[in-house]
């Protein structure tokens, strides 16, 4: 019987939304992977993590679990328990350890223009959406790609609550007991490369560093994301 290879699930990130993994979801197909890009509602850290986990749970077979972003956190918690996840795969990615909110881990290094570049939008009941102004979506979010792309990205981008993104991580994190890797964008201005570096280094992620990638790496380099992805799904499945 031929190898079975994994499931390759992708999860995106704050501002973002399942269509930026396009490029490499062509590439991982080509190469013979089932691939699947969980909805992720950006509406609370533990409520998201709970249905990309309820996606795992009906994926039959080893997976590989990807995490962009804010997407990091969410499958740090949703591959907890769940035996088939066999490796964890950050892209530009938050890393946390329990009862660390992303807020927190932006903050901790200087470099990050997250703060500046939010623009809120009030929501009934006193919570609020938070969006990346269009305006410095390309310079802060997406240097590396040309212009007239990343303004289609800043118009297709999906807000995260304040609550989401300030929600501290609940529970054990699945980078504890699963292989994890970590490919760090060198010139992100959304999550310092030096936090990337220092989540990595915590979690003894192995690394690779796309140097002058923005924060949208996979976008901008799709073919060093997608065999980043193939490394973690060869070296554990």
């Known amino acids: ?40 509602p950006l509406r609370g850290l533990s409520s998201d993590a709970a249905q990309v986990k309820a996606l795992l749970d009906n994926i039959e077979g080893p997976i590989v679990l990807v995490g962009h972003s804010y997407g990091g956190a969410v499958v740090s918690a949703a591959a907890t328990g ?19 909110s992303v807020q927190e881990l932006v903050e901790k290094f200087p470099g990050s223009t997250v703060g500046e570049s939010l623009k809120p939008v009030p929501l009934p009941g006193g919570q609020v959406d938070l ?60 999550i310092p490369p030096a936090a990337q570096e220092f989540m990595a280094q915590r979690s003894g992620a192995k690394v690779q560093i796309v140097e002058g990638a923005s924060h949208l790496v996979f976008v901008s380099h799709p073919g060093t994301t997608a065999a980043f992805i193939d490394r973690a799904a060869r070296e554990n499945t």
């Open 82 to 100: 769940n035996p088939e996840v066999k490796a964890l795969v950050y892209l530009a990615a938050f890393v946390p350890e329990t009862g660390e």
């Open 1 to 40: 019987m031929a190898h079975r290879k994994p499931t390759i699930v992708l999860v995106h990130g704050a501002f973002a939304d399942g269509s930026g993994f396009t490029a490499i979801v062509r590439r991982l197909l080509a190469d013979g992977y089932p691939v699947a890009a969980a909805p992720n």
């Open 131 to 190: 969006y990346i102004d269009p305006r410095v979506f390309h310079p802060h979010f997406a240097g590396d790609l040309p212009a007239e792309e990343a303004a289609l990205f800043a118009i297709t981008q999906r807000p995260a609550t304040g609550a989401a993104l300030g929600e501290p991580a609940a529970g054990p994190q699945a980078w504890h007991t699963i292989p994890t890797y970590n490919l760090i964008s060198g010139a992100d201005r959304i």
